[in-house]
Antibody, heavy 118, light 107 residues
Framework: EVQLVESGGGLVQPGRSLKLSCAAS????????MAWVRQAPTKGLEWVAS????????YYRDSVKGRFTISRDNAKSSLYLQMDSLRSEDTATYYC???????????WGQGVMVTVSS | DVQMTQSPSNLAASPGESVSINCKAS??????LAWYQQKPGKANKLLIY???TLQSGTPSRFSGSGSGTDFTLTIRNLEPEDFGLYYC?????????FGGGTKLELK
């Protein structure tokens, strides 16, 4: 059974940093692109960033470019999102997902909440 | 970016009924649309991709249709577990974008 378990969320002040982690199991991690998708409170879903099988290629939405860094450790079956210079508009639940062929998101974690507030 | 507009925003139905949820793209996305189900306390579930291809494990009462700019998710013979939020997502262009969601509620 595919499992994606996020951790590392919490309350952080604007301008500070936070690092999210996602532990994957139940599938061959290195066979999948991976992604982070977020959902602001009472809002819809928004793709944030994706990473290729070996981490050699990364992709970001414009609003997080230069502030967020997606990375992975295939030996540990883990995905990460380093979030710097956080803004109030980054407040959301962040979901770790598999990113099938860099097209659609076939498996999701339950999400981790990030609140950016002073 | 491709804007995705879902309608209706809310929908009330009873078990056994059939419902349709619409998704409209701001430009042609060929057949490349996915549908997801979101329920409280559960991981989001991919139901359909490429417009009409059922993801493994999706019940056959779900079907997707459409191409170009207009798409429909149809759920026939609603089951109690089908109530929740539904989102469409285009996977024709980057960045991939989602619709605003449709809440399917019990009547």
């Amino acid at each position: 059974e595919v499992q994606l378990v996020e951790s590392g969320g919490g309350l952080v002040q604007p301008g500070r940093s936070l690092k999210l982690s996602c532990a994957a199991s139940g599938f061959t991690f290195s066979d999948y692109y991976m992604a982070w998708v977020r959902q602001a409170p009472t809002k819809g879903l928004e793709w944030v960033a994706s990473i290729s099988y070996d981490g050699g290629s990364t992709y970001y939405r414009d609003s997080v470019k230069g502030r967020f860094t997606i990375s992975r450790d295939n030996a540990k079956s883990s995905l990460y999102l380093q979030m710097d210079s956080l803004r109030s508009e980054d407040t959301a639940t962040y979901y770790c997902t598999t990113d099938r062929d860099y097209d659609y998101f076939d498996y999701w974690g339950q999400g981790v909440m990030v609140t950016v507030s002073s | 970016d491709v804007q995705m507009t879902q309608s209706p925003s809310n929908l009330a139905a009873s078990p056994g009924e059939s419902v349709s949820i619409n998704c409209k793209a701001s430009k042609s996305i060929s057949k490349y649309l996915a549908w997801y189900q979101q329920k409280p306390g559960k991981a989001n579930k991919l139901l359909i991709y490429s417009g009409s291809t059922l993801q493994s494990g999706t019940p056959s009462r779900f079907s997707g249709s459409g191409s170009g700019t207009d798409f429909t998710l149809t759920i026939r013979n609603l089951e109690p577990e089908d109530f929740g939020l539904y989102y469409c997502q285009q996977h024709n262009e980057y960045p991939r974008t989602f619709g605003g969601g449709t809440k399917l509620e019990l009547k």
